[in-house]
């Protein structure tokens, strides 16, 4: 996958008062102000989105930690008994430091640092780092989700140069999710799949990202695929857990223990 995008892409200030914020951002991400384009990344009330432009454009795609599904998930999930908590390791008194490689909209990162894991996120496709980064913003203004937020960190960047240039102590987990070309990433609804494909395309570099992260895991690697994907290739998941749509590949290295009391 390109860092840059493919797509015509301006940024849009709803309103008078959010000018000057999305000439900022349009200086940050090197996109225009003005002019054709496919899509609109656009600075608002509600935040930041990204909203398809033309006849029959899709609704707008944007990272929402409060309320939508993310709030009915947190409300009334499986919590620790959910297959992604299975396949992390959390388990009773063990809650691993992880990190998530191919974070996307971070939903999977926020619901594993609602169960109470430390979550770095790394995102390298610009927009989407900025769509995340908002979201992660505006989150720590909801008393009851903060302490969610605050359990979250941003990088961006290249994931693979990020995990081989690694310093401090390395996350007991890294969790992988890579655009599979062949197939839409069952966590996306329709709507995100316009943006995503065309905006992000498909991960090519997944096995030098896996090998990345096998090698700076301390504990274990887990892999989401589309349940009749090929693992990726290189070395083979220990196991997987299989659901209806997805699958996760477990590439083990150590035991995660019970924290201390």
Same mark, same amino acid.
């Given at each position: 996958?390109?860092?840059?995008?493919?797509?015509?892409?301006?940024?849009?200030?709803?309103?008078?008062?959010?000018?000057?914020?999305?000439?900022?951002?349009?200086?940050?991400?090197?996109?225009?102000?003005?002019?054709?384009?496919?899509?609109?990344?656009?600075?608002?009330?509600?935040?930041?989105?990204? *909203?398809?432009?033309?006849?029959?454009?899709?609704?707008?795609?944007?990272?929402?930690?409060?309320?939508?599904?993310?709030?009915?998930?947190?409300?009334?999930?499986?919590?620790?008994?959910?297959?992604?908590?299975?396949?992390?390791?959390?388990?009773?008194?063990?809650?691993?430091?992880?990190?998530?490689?191919?974070?996307?909209?971070?939903?999977?990162?926020?619901?594993?640092?609602?169960?109470?894991?430390?979550?770095?996120?790394?995102?390298?496709?610009?927009?989407?780092?900025?769509?995340?980064?908002?979201?992660?913003?505006?989150?720590?203004? +909801?008393?009851?989700?903060?302490?969610?937020?605050?359990?979250?960190?941003?990088?961006?960047?290249?994931?693979?140069?990020?995990?081989?240039?690694?310093?401090?102590?390395?996350? *007991?987990?890294?969790?992988?999710?890579?655009?599979?070309?062949?197939?839409?990433?069952?966590?996306?609804?329709?709507?995100?799949?316009?943006?995503?494909?065309?905006?992000?395309?498909?991960?090519? +570099?997944?096995?030098?990202?896996?090998?990345?992260?096998?090698?700076?895991?301390?504990?274990?690697?887990?892999?989401?695929?589309?349940?009749?994907?090929?693992?990726?290739?290189? *070395?083979?998941?220990?196991?997987?857990?299989?659901?209806?749509?997805?699958?996760?590949?477990?590439?083990?290295?150590?035991?995660?223990?019970?924290?201390?009391?």
């Amino acid at each position: 996958m390109n860092d840059v995008s493919p797509i015509n892409i301006r940024i849009d200030a709803l309103a008078p008062e959010f000018v000057d914020a999305a000439r900022q951002l349009a200086e940050q991400l090197q996109l225009p102000m003005s002019g054709d384009a496919e899509f609109a990344l656009q600075l608002g009330t509600s935040g930041l989105q990204l *909203q398809e432009l033309g006849e029959a454009a899709a609704g707008a795609v944007r990272v929402d930690f409060v309320e939508g599904a993310l709030a009915h998930r947190r409300q009334h999930g499986g919590g620790s008994g959910q297959m992604i908590a299975k396949a992390v390791g959390i388990q009773p008194g063990v809650r691993p430091r992880l990190l998530d490689a191919t974070a996307g909209l971070g939903r999977d990162g926020f619901v594993l640092a609602q169960l109470g894991c430390e979550v770095t996120l790394i995102e390298r496709q610009p927009i989407i780092a900025a769509l995340l980064a908002d979201g992660l913003q505006r989150g720590l203004s +909801d008393e009851e989700v903060q302490p969610i937020m605050q359990r979250m960190q941003l990088l961006s960047g290249n994931a693979i140069e990020l995990m081989q240039n690694w310093s401090g102590e390395a996350p *007991q987990v890294i969790y992988l999710d890579p655009m599979f070309p062949h197939r839409d990433k069952s966590s996306l609804v329709k709507k995100e799949m316009r943006v995503f494909r065309p905006l992000v395309g498909a991960d090519d +570099d997944a096995p030098a990202l896996l090998a990345a992260a096998l090698a700076l895991a301390s504990h274990r690697v887990v892999v989401k695929r589309p349940r009749k994907a090929p693992s990726i290739a290189g *070395q083979q998941p220990g196991y997987a857990l299989e659901g209806k749509s997805s699958r996760f590949d477990i590439y083990p290295k150590k035991a995660l223990k019970t924290r201390a009391a």
